[in-house]
């Protein structure tokens, strides 16, 4: 398929899987991992009844992100700070979550090694996590990722942009928890 996955499992720190679209996207300079564009249809059948979390302080990119996903049958759990969105893992299982890295109290990077880390211990499976930033210079990228995000989107995205990443990670996610869940049965 034209893609691969990269594996990092420390002894004691779980394992992190990051795939992508082509064998060079892990180490492109792009901010954003490259993306099929699916068909409407496709991504209905993607994102309809998917748990999102939108971890965003911004009440206008909150609505911009909802309008985005209106015509799809998503459950939107919105969190305005860090601690709200690290409360709302705690409490709800979400296929993917969308971290703002500028966040009040703990920035989305603290608020991302939370979740991580309490998902760990509890032995819950860890949903991909997008980070959404405004800063887009060199090296946001590689501290996305060191926090334990899965990708990068630059603020501001467009709608497109935002459905193929979602779309892309929500199909890659699937696939390796079939993966998992059938290698150990």
């Not at 990269?6 to 992508?20: A, E, K, L, N």
């Not at 180490?27 to 954003?32: G, L, M, N, Q, Y």
């Not at 009040?104 to 499976?125: D, H, K, N, W």
């Amino acid at each position: 398929m034209s893609g691969s996955i990269v594996v990092d499992s420390p002894p004691g720190r779980g394992t992190t899987f990051i795939p992508s679209r082509s064998p060079t996207a892990a180490t492109a300079p792009r901010k954003t991992w490259p993306t099929m564009s699916p068909s409407r249809r496709d991504l209905k059948a993607v994102l309809d009844d998917t748990r999102i979390l939108i971890a965003e302080d911004n009440e206008i990119s909150q609505r911009l992100i909802q309008a985005h996903l209106s015509e799809f049958n998503c459950k939107l759990t919105f969190a305005g700070n860090s601690e709200q969105a690290v409360s709302a893992v705690a409490d709800c299982d979400f296929d993917i979550i969308l971290m703002d890295c500028q966040m009040t109290v703990l920035y989305g990077f603290g608020a991302t090694e939370s979740i991580c880390a309490m998902l760990r211990r509890q032995s819950r499976p860890r949903p991909p996590i997008i980070a959404a930033t405004a800063n887009s210079v060199h090296g946001d990228r590689e501290r996305c990722l060191a926090a334990g995000m899965d990708s990068m989107l630059s603020k501001p995205f467009s709608k497109s942009d935002l459905l193929s990443t979602l779309s892309s990670w929500l199909t890659s996610a699937a696939h390796l928890r079939y993966i998992v869940l059938h290698k150990h049965n």
